[in-house]
Each structure stands twice: as C-alpha cells, then as structure tokens.
C-alpha cells in the first residue's frame, strides 16, 4: 500500500484544501500558484496532527521521511542548504488551523541557526550584529516555546548585559555583545536542561514540530477553541517556510496591513509596518509600528508592488484580506493572507459593500458575517451629551469600539476572578499576550500602553466584539503595584473609568450608556437576512419593556413569556407568599383574587407592546418554595404580616422543602394540585386579550403554554379547566376570540409519547433547557461545577445547555416532531430553550422543519442571521 501522504510542498496545495493544510497552508499554496512572491517552504497537514496525537505524541519514521523529502526540495527551490556555513537555509515553523486562532499556538522563527550556520549569515549579509542577533533570538524562542525554559531567564541574561553595558535597548548592541549573549545563552541551557543546545537543524526541526502539533492542546487554545465552536478533533497544521528578513537594515521591514479598515470597514488600505524589525515585533506590540502610507516615501517601488498585490489577492479571495509581508533589501514578500478579522460594524459595511460593488451576491454576503459577531452591537454606546460633559484622561488608539465602563484590574487572572464575583472589569496591561486570553474574555475592555492597532490586544479584541483601547503611552503603568498614573493622578486596581473603543478615550469615572439601534447598513443587511428565511423568529419576554425590546430588534412574537418572574415584584410576594402558604382552597382563592387584576395589567402590557404579533404565554412553572423566605427573620416578619405563628410558618415552609425541586412539584404538576392557580392565570390571559382586542382593534390569538407535561391525561385535565374558564369568559362577553392551548415539550416522556400530547395540544414548545437537563440527568443548576472538568479531558467540547446536543436531545427533539405531526398536522412546533438563541441549534431547528426559535431579545438579530444561512446553506 503506498504511504499516505502528511507533507505537501506549497506549489502542492491551493485554496481549496483548508481542511487538510490548514488556513495558512492552504493560502499560501493558493498565493504560490498565482504567482506572488512568498518564501517557499512545505506544509504538514492537519492529518499528521492527528496522527502524532493517535501515535501518543510521536512523529512517526514515515512523517519524518517525508519531512526530509520536502526539505531537501526546498533546499533546491531556494538553492540554499539547512546548516550551511556558507548559504545556509532559515526556516520558521508556525501553527496554522483549519480557521485562524491569532496567537493561540506556537511559532518557532529563524530555525537552522547554530554555531556554523550563524557564520554563513554574517558573510552573506556582512552584517555579524545582525547573524547573532537572530541567533540569540531563536535559541530564546525554541527553548521557550520546543523546550519550556522560562523566557524570562533569557531576558534577565539581555538585561544584564544591557545594564553593564549602560544602555537602553536591544538596538544599542553590538555583534560582540550579542555573540557574549549566545554563549551565556547556551550555557543557561546546558545548565537547566543538563544538554547542549542542539546544533543539528533537523534536530531543531522535529522538536519545533512536536512543539507546535502539541501546543494545539495547551489551555489558551482550548479556552479559544471552546468559544469559538471549534472542534478539537480538526488539529493544527504546521507550516515550515523559508525565512526572510526584515531586520537587514533600511530597506528591510516587515509589517501587516488589511484591504480595508478592520475597525470600520472603510474601503482604504490599513496597515502598519516597521522598518528594520522582525515580523514578531508587530505582532507583540513591543515597538509602536508606522502607518503603512510611510512605506511609500521610504520605499516607493515596494509599496505601489505591495498595494497591486494587495487589490489582487481582495479580488481573488472575494474578501478583505490580512496580509503579512516582509521586505528583504528590497524585495517584497508576502508570507501569509487570510480573510481579516473585523469588528460586527466593518463586517457590515464590507459585506454591504461587496454586494454593492458586484463582488458578492446577497446570499454570499449573508454568509460572510458570523451571527455572534452581531451581539457587540447590541450592546450600548456611550450617550453623546455625556461624552460632551467629560474630559478624557488619555487618549490611545481606538483599537475595537465600543463603550465599556468597570473596574480596573491589572492581572487576566484578576479580571477573570472579580468578573466572577459579578463585577464588571477593565484589563489594564502593558500589552496583552496569547496569556491573557481568559481576562480579556471576562473583561469589558481592555486597555493597554504598548501596541498598535494590529497588536495582539486589538487583533483579539476586534475578534470577540470587545472595546479595546491600545497603545495608550500617557499611562505610567505600574503592573507590580497594580496602578497607574495619568497627568499626575492615581488609578488604583478596583477603581472605575470608562474607555470609548471607538476614539481612543479613556475616562477616569463611569459614564451614561444608550441603546443600540438597527440603522444604516446593519439595517439592510438584516433585511436580505429577512427576505431569505424561512424560520421566523420569536423572543423569550416577560415584560412590555423587554418586547419592545424584541420588536425593534425584529422579533416577530413571543414565544416564552414566563409569568413566575412577574411574581417576584415587591408589591406581589406578598399575595404570591399567601397563596403558597394557605392551608385550604378558600384562602387560596382568596390570595388569586389578589393577584389577578396584577397579572391581567402585566398581560394588558404585554398585549399592547406586541401589537398583534403572536404571543405564548407559559402557565406559572417553578416549586413553589422559591418564593418563600429563607432567613429565620424573614420567615419572622412574613408570619407577622400573614397573621401566622412563627412555628405554623417555618413548618409549612419545611413541609415545602425538596430534595431535587428542578424533577419536584413544579410546572403543570401545581395545576394537577390547586387547578384554581390555572383557573385564576386563563382568567388573566383571556381577559387581558379581550379588553386590548376592545380598545386597540388588534385580533389577539393568545397562546396558552403549560409547562413540564410528561403525559397526555395529565395535559388533558390542565387543558379542560382552561378551555372551560376561558370559555365561560367568552361566552359571557359575547366576543369572538379564538385561543390555542399547547405544551412545553422539555420532559422525555413527552417527547416519546408526542403523538399521544399532540392529541392534546395545538402547538408545541421545546424547553430544551429541562430537556437538556433532563436527558443528561445533570441538574443545570450544577452541572457548571464540573463540566470543566470535561471539557478539560475532552468528553464534551461544548456546553450542551448552550449548544443543543444534536445526537441526543436532538433524537429526541426530531423524534417528537414526527409523532406530535402524524397526529396533527398543523401543529404549530418551535422552541424556547436557550438555544433558541445560538446559531447551530437554530440551524438544527429549520434543518428539522420547526416553525420558529424563540431567544432573548438581544439575541433576535443572531437568531434572524442564523435562520437566514441554514436556509442559505440548505439550497445549496
Ligand atoms: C426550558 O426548560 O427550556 C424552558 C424554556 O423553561 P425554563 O427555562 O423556564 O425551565
Ligand atoms: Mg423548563
């Protein structure tokens, strides 16, 4: 059998095997087959990643071989020779998935470097600083990233030797204090790792691999890949490509740039570079970079081949590119291309504008933008006026918009530790690394005094929908005390300010937010999403706010109102206490009486909010107990009010107690019990509906959900006190309004005995979070605690209360659409978990032909995108 094949030379590969080589690979075989000028190198496929993984973290002898074998042909394409003393070959080695994960995992540069090879670079560039400069800085990086020696004894060896020397920066070095620095250098390593740093290059080759295939599964790239729904099963592809430098003096450089504005989408080259630095300088954000328009004064002819390049790799690609180059004394290379990433308005903007400029059509478009990006910019804005009233404290770069106020912290793992407690934080640092991938999740916004807008900050934060502030240099921030100082004032940890990610703005106090609107391009680009779809989309809402909310965000009912949360008011615990306490139905009835006129208001509001979209109204649902007091003086103070003895209290209260109260007397189990709560919740739902009918002429079709049914009989006598006191109210007002009765589909019994319910029920609803909670049989209040622990040994790469499980809930999901529509075919089916709101599940739920997902209203926008690509991506 011939062997399978792992390693591809770049005029190997294209565009179209991103799955197997990886984005980068595959981009940079598409860039070589046009032509562009791009270090040569080869490319081992996500395949061998795999394979190391199920060989027990082994290169096998037949990867190996054929890493050889590309070697060996790229040492012929660039005629020049791994080791060589005399013209020898440099090679970076960098991670590359299937999608980009920006800094999530290893990069090894300047490979091949060792005693005899170092000397070739110097003769051929004439330029010994710069040799050992490279050198030094690649026996740092492979003992960090291929060996796991601490960086920092490697910098406390530079700054010595800067210190005795009496200077500032690395640049006031020379080639005989950078050749001291090697030898200290390698000494460090003889001493720590108890063997000679290896001068073989295919030595440092294979560990540099092993390196990086294994960095797939470090924390912050699985921290990543779990936000961002990437399976870990895909693996990274690794690519070896030849290096060329852009620390050769001033007619080198290296540097970034996008096609268009990755903050605002803007049609107008973006970048920066650096001249006479290396490509990680940019991206570690440790020297401020200059805008790209300077690369037309310093260097003419590179630029105007750089921008042709550029417009033909946007055309060709049909998106806006991020592209890395680097000028070599004078010639230009490209060394990566991807679709950039770009914050939810730019991403806008260039999807509008590429169907605007014939580039796309609107289906194309559509599916250019991820449904998640949309949540940032649902979220306020700092309020004009306000902005007005104040005076910044600094100003950096705007890097990600957005308003954000909190606390500032100066440490990820204090952002993320006070996020937890519910705070809202700022991250604060120098400049973020791939580190602090957790404490800019948590974080607001973040802040940093070094970097560029193409800084690892700002890069990440433009990706996650995160107001970001960088480079902000006024700061004088001190990480070890936690503080810092602007214009001659003390910012300690835990104190607030406010950043305005769209100016650059930075506040020293919190600052008055406005609510978003759908105008101008996010407008029309969620009208084709409308025009296409075929889902429609529902809100979970318990007030008129909330609603209203939805409405402008486009929700076209409700298709959750759950009317326990209207029992918490003030005013209404009260009567709510007294029903669940009452001994007998009388005083029960009594206490509905109270709250009747209540819920029929909430409902009259709900009614008019929603005009006449439809609305599902859910039959109070939760154990009762969770409306009592706990607290000795608060059981103290309601008997008092109740005219109860403490004793008479506190035992009814235990009498309430459940050992598992989500599996307890809840849902449609309460009705079963005191059928006068459901009878007292129709008389609300009905009336309400009758007297907006009357006042506002909208025809209200109210929709009466009953919650947690897991059997026909038990719906059918819920079902019967409704029909017949909505029924006695109709009559009695002589009205003609029609009303539907149907179920929560969220017990397993239910769903396997859907065709018997569905004789019951005129729609169906999943509650896919008891559902979930249910089929698993882990409780959701808990099941927090530990699913870490399996996300961590990779049982479960997703939360399944967030991301419906497809394979299992999902079984049963389909299972109950196809009994409940033999037996009806009407029935009207949606869903109203939580996942009603997240972009796979809602593709699952057309896929399956449901009628609509209801979500919260600011996931209405998400879910209409969402609805509108599963129908995309169907047709084709
Ligand atoms: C559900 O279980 O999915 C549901 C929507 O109901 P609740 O979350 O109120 O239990
Ligand atoms: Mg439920």
């Known amino acids: 059998m011939k062997n399978q094949k792992y390693v591809y030379l770049f005029n190997e590969g294209n565009a179209g095997m991103r799955n197997l080589l990886g984005g980068k690979g595959a981009n940079l075989a598409e860039m070589t087959n046009l032509g562009i000028p791009v270090p040569q190198g080869f490319t081992l496929s996500t395949e061998a990643c795999t394979k190391y993984y199920e060989d027990g973290e082994i290169i096998s002898d037949n990867i190996v071989q054929q890493i050889e074998e590309a070697l060996s042909e790229t040492e012929k394409v660039t005629g020049k020779k791994f080791g060589d003393k005399e013209n020898p070959l440099l090679v970076s080695v960098r991670s590359g998935a299937r999608v980009s994960m920006p800094g999530m995992m290893d990069t090894i540069l300047n490979l091949g470097l060792n005693d005899e090879s170092v000397k070739g670079v110097t003769k051929l560039t004439n ?101 961002n729904d990437i399976p870990a099963s895909w693996g990274t592809a690794v690519n070896v490509q030849s290096m060329v430098f852009g620390n050769m003096g001033n007619n080198s450089g290296t540097g970034v740039a996008f096609t268009r504005n990755p903050a605002t989408g803007e049609n107008k080259i973006f970048g920066e570079y650096l001249i006479n630095a290396q490509g990680e300088d940019v991206v570690a954000g440790i020297r401020t970079p200059q805008p790209i328009s300077k690369l037309q004064q310093d260097l003419p002819k590179c630029y105007k081949e750089f921008m042709d390049i550029a417009e033909k790799l946007e055309k060709h690609y049909r998106d806006m590119q991020d592209m890395e180059f680097t000028i070599e004394q004078g010639k230009l290379y490209f060394l990566q291309t991807r679709n950039g990433k770009r914050t939810a308005n730019a991403a806008l903007k260039i999807a509008v504008s590429l169907v605007e400029e014939g580039t796309l059509s609107k289906e194309e478009a559509l599916l250019k933008v991820e449904p998640k990006q949309l949540d940032s910019l649902l979220h306020p ?85 995160t107001c970001c502030v960088a480079g902000c240099g006024e700061l004088k921030v001190n990480e070890k005390e936690e503080n810092f100082i602007v214009r001659g004032k003390t910012y300690k940890e835990g104190d607030y300010i406010s950043l305005n990610g769209s100016t650059g703005n930075v506040y020293g106090n919190v600052l008055k937010t406005v609510s ?20 429609k989309i529902r809100t979970n809402a318990d007030t008129p706010r909330d609603a209203e909310q939805a409405v402008k965000f486009g929700a076209e009912g409700i298709g959750l109102c759950r009317t326990e949360h209207m029992f918490f008011d003030e005013e209404r615990i009260p009567a709510v206490r007294e029903m669940i306490v009452s001994d007998n139905e009388e005083h029960r009835r009594k206490a509905l009486e109270k709250l009747l006129p209540m819920q029929r208001k909430d409902f009259i509001g709900i009614y008019k909010a929603m005009q006449d979209r439809p609305v599902t109204i859910r039959f109070l649902d939760p154990p009762l107990h969770e409306f009592l007091p706990s607290e000795i003086e608060d059981i103290r103070d309601l008997a008092e009010e109740m005219g109860l003895s403490f004793e008479e209290l506190k035992s009814t209260i235990e009498n309430l107690h459940e050992f598992n109260p989500m599996m307890g007397h809840r849902g449609c ?93 005129e729609f169906f609803s999943f509650g896919t979070n008891d559902l979930t909670q249910m089929t698993f049989g882990f409780s959701r209040d808990d099941a927090g605690k530990f699913l870490n622990d399996y996300y961590d040994k990779n049982v479960y790469e997703s939360d399944p209360f967030q991301r419906l499980d497809q394979s299992g809930v999902g079984k049963l999901i389909e299972m109950a659409v196809q009994l409940g529509t033999k037996t009806r075919k009407d029935l009207k089916i949606g869903i109203c978990g939580e996942h009603g709101g997240d972009p796979s599940s809602v593709e699952f739920c057309h896929r399956i032909g449901l009628n609509y997902v209801s979500c919260s209203p600011f996931r209405v926008p998400l879910a209409r995108l969402a609805a509108a690509q599963a129908q995309i991506k169907n047709l084709r």
């Open 127 to 227: 330029n010994e600083r710069f040799a050992y400069d490279s050198y030094r800085r690649f026996i740092q990086m492979f003992s960090d990233v291929a060996i796991g020696l601490e960086k920092r004894k490697f910098e406390d060896i530079l700054d010595s030797v800067k210190e005795q020397k009496g200077v500032k920066y690395d640049t006031d070095l020379d080639a005989e204090d950078l050749k001291n620095i090697v030898v200290q250098y390698k000494q460090l390593y003889l001493k720590e790792i108890g063997k000679e740093f290896p001068q073989d290059p295919k030595e440092q080759l294979m560990e540099s691999v092993k390196a990086v295939f294994s960095s797939w599964n470090n924390p912050r790239a699985i921290v990543y890949r779990r936000l």
């Open 516 to 535: 978003p609107e759908i105008t101008g391009y996010f407008g029309t680009f969620m009208a084709w999403a409308d025009e296409i779809r075929r889902l």
């Open 381 to 465: 804005t700092f309020d004009e006026e306000e902005l007005k009233k104040h005076t910044p404290i600094a100003k950096g770069l705007p890097a990600s918009p957005g308003a954000a106020c909190g606390k500032i912290y100066f440490t990820a793992q204090d952002a993320k530790a006070h996020h937890e407690k519910g705070e809202k934080v700022i991250l604060v640092r120098l400049e973020t690394s791939p580190e602090d991938i957790e404490g800019m999740v948590a974080a607001e916004g973040i802040l940093t005094v070094r970097g560029g807008m193409t800084s690892h900050a700002a890069v990440v934060a433009r990706g996650m929908g």
């Open 669 to 761: 189990r309460l009705t079963v019990s005191y059928p006068e709560i459901a009878e007292m919740q129709t008389r609300a739902i009905i009336e309400a509906a009758i007297q907006v009918k009357k006042e506002e002429g909208y025809d209200i079709v109210p929709e009466i959900m009953i919650p947690l049914v897991g059997e026909r009989k038990e719906l059918k006598y819920v079902k019967d006190i409704v029909v017949k006191t909505a029924d006695e109210i109709i009559a009695a007002e002589g009205i003609d309004m029609k009303y539907l009765v149907g179920t929560m589909i969220e017990v397993p019994r239910a769903a396997l005995t859907a065709d018997e319910i569905a004789k019951e029920a």
